[in-house]
């Protein structure tokens, strides 16, 4: 009788199982995902894929860096609110739901859930131009960088570190290029944000 007190005992000591960490949201890529959503959107006139695109990058945290330009972007939750507002057409029921969604703030939650979110900024790059920065980066983590311009354009980011080497390049004559890459070493690293069209581009830079 003892042996089986003791064994009840011990059984109810066990410690209790942790509840698995959540894993933080990745902003960078919900931004990317609500472009290739957008994308979607366009190619088949759906009004409700590109609500869901809009939702996606209001979502995600932004910070404009000083060099924004003025104007916005056809990369921005309202410009993409507005693409949706055209494809619904005259559908009344939908229309007022792409405005409440519009209107509706932001969640702490999904803030929160962000971390402190992406580094924006607009930046017209004229046409069979780049545009150039430098970021320091921190060496062993990643460094993400994205520009989306104007549709239809052909744009390329060139990603060097401080001797010139070529890290990254993204040039598939697609609007939206991305390059992502893991430091070796913490420094200054230089971006080349280049524009092959014959066009000028308002092009939305985000980095991590």
Request: aromatic share 6%; net charge positive.
């Amino acid at each position: 009788m003892m042996l089986a007190q003791s064994g009840a005992m011990a059984q109810q000591a066990a410690p209790a199982a942790q509840p698995a960490a959540v894993k933080p949201a990745d902003p960078f890529a919900q931004a990317i995902a609500a472009r290739q959503v957008a994308d979607f959107a366009r190619r088949e006139g759906d009004p409700y894929a590109m609500l869901t695109a809009a939702r996606m990058l209001k979502q995600v945290p932004m910070s404009d860096s000083e060099a924004a330009a003025g104007d916005e972007a056809a990369f921005s939750p309202d410009a993409l609110f507005a693409e949706a507002k055209a494809l619904a057409r005259d559908d009344q029921a939908l229309l007022l739901q792409i405005r409440l969604s519009q209107s509706a703030s932001g969640r702490g939650v999904m803030a929160s859930a962000f971390g402190k979110g992406l580094v924006r900024r607009v930046q017209d790059v004229n046409p069979r131009n780049a545009y150039r920065f430098t970021v320091t980066a921190k060496g062993g983590e990643p460094l993400r960088i994205g520009a989306i311009g104007d549709i239809g354009t052909s744009m390329y980011i060139r990603l060097l570190d401080a001797s010139g080497k070529q890290l990254c390049l993204d040039d598939n004559a697609d609007y939206a290029p991305v390059c992502a890459v893991t430091p070796r070493a913490s420094g200054e690293y230089r971006i080349d944000i280049g524009n092959k069209s014959a066009a000028k581009s308002r092009t939305v830079i985000l980095s991590n």
